[in-house]
């Protein structure tokens, strides 16, 4: 695990600086992988829905820029941060993230997911930037074309692939968190991002399906096929992974905004890989609660 210490922040602002210089829009992130930096609007009520216009610092995502002075002037009043922040679907890059999970304890297998699209769909990922997680994960980094925008999505494509695109972000390579450093993979330092495929691109940009009825009943509660991956991920739990799975898949509906909607289905999928009703539940609630606590700030981040 990396080690936390005075000389963090500055090399966090150098490596921010050094991707600033590549065209890509950064920000200051603390060692939990949120922005930095306090929301001026933090307490108000109503809550606002500012996105910068303020003219003030402390806005996430929304911070994000590639002018040196301005990325100095962000690290400046954040002198605990440890990483970096890119936003993704941003000019010029435009940017997409996709973040494969590995949980061998779960049997997740992200990459190998990925793969089995690929051959599906008949596309192959092109040689990009990849950014080692401290978790065993790895982030691929793609280009959009200007005319397309990518949505942030969990499990949307299969359970462990996240992707980060319009208003979400990844975390910079050279990042040092609570778990660990974030780096550059061995081998893709020397790349650029690639463009993204256009059969991925179109499974990334398809138009969300309506829930469907068959002969006037609705079905599992599901707002869109957004979830379907993480219902899956809950239906495929073994004893003694029913309830931690449970309570991820909760975690990543409600960051993308669509718990509540969710909720049912996850519990119905709970509930039948053999977790009580009511502990199913219980285990929603306290992912809802937690994702409520970190705040408009942490939509987006991989």
């Known amino acids: 695990m990396a080690t936390i210490d005075r000389q963090t922040p500055t090399l966090a602002l150098a490596h921010a600086l050094a991707a600033a ?15 930095a930096l306090r929301s001026p609007h933090h307490g108000e009520q109503p809550p606002a829905h500012c996105r910068g216009e303020c003219g003030l610092p402390g806005h996430g995502v929304h911070d994000a820029t590639t002018d040196p002075a301005a990325v100095r002037a962000l690290f400046a009043a954040a002198p605990r941060a440890t990483g970096y922040g890119i936003a993704c679907g941003r000019a010029p890059h435009r940017l997409i993230g996709i973040d494969l999970d590995v949980d061998p304890a779960y049997g997740s297998d992200a990459a190998g997911a990925l793969r089995q699209l690929a051959l599906q769909h008949l596309f192959t990922i092109p040689p990009t930037v990849t950014v080692l997680t401290p978790s065993g994960g790895r982030h691929l980094w793609l280009t959009g074309p200007a005319d397309a925008t990518v949505p942030n999505s969990a499990g949307r494509l299969a359970p462990g692939i996240d992707i980060r695109g319009s208003g979400g972000y990844l975390v910079g390579p050279g990042s040092v968190t609570a778990h660990g450093r974030y780096r550059l993979a061995p081998g893709t330092a020397h790349l650029t991002p690639a463009p993204c495929p256009r059969a991925l691109l179109r499974l990334l940009t398809q138009p969300r399906r309506p829930p469907t009825t068959t002969r006037g009943a609705a079905l599992t509660p599901t707002p869109d096929r957004r979830g379907e991956g993480l219902i899956q991920f809950v239906l495929a739990a073994h004893e003694g992974q029913r309830n931690t799975r449970l309570f991820w898949a909760a975690c990543r509906a409600y960051e993308h905004g669509f718990g509540d909607a969710l909720a049912d289905a996850l519990t119905a999928a709970a509930v039948r890989t053999g977790l009580p009703e009511h502990e199913a539940r219980a285990a929603i609630a306290s992912a809802a609660r937690l994702t409520s606590r970190r705040g408009e700030e942490t939509n987006g981040a991989a």
């Not at 210089?21 to 922005?35: E, H, M, N, Q």
């Open 21 to 35: 210089g590549r065209g890509l829009p950064v920000f200051p992130l603390s060692a939990t992988k949120l922005p």
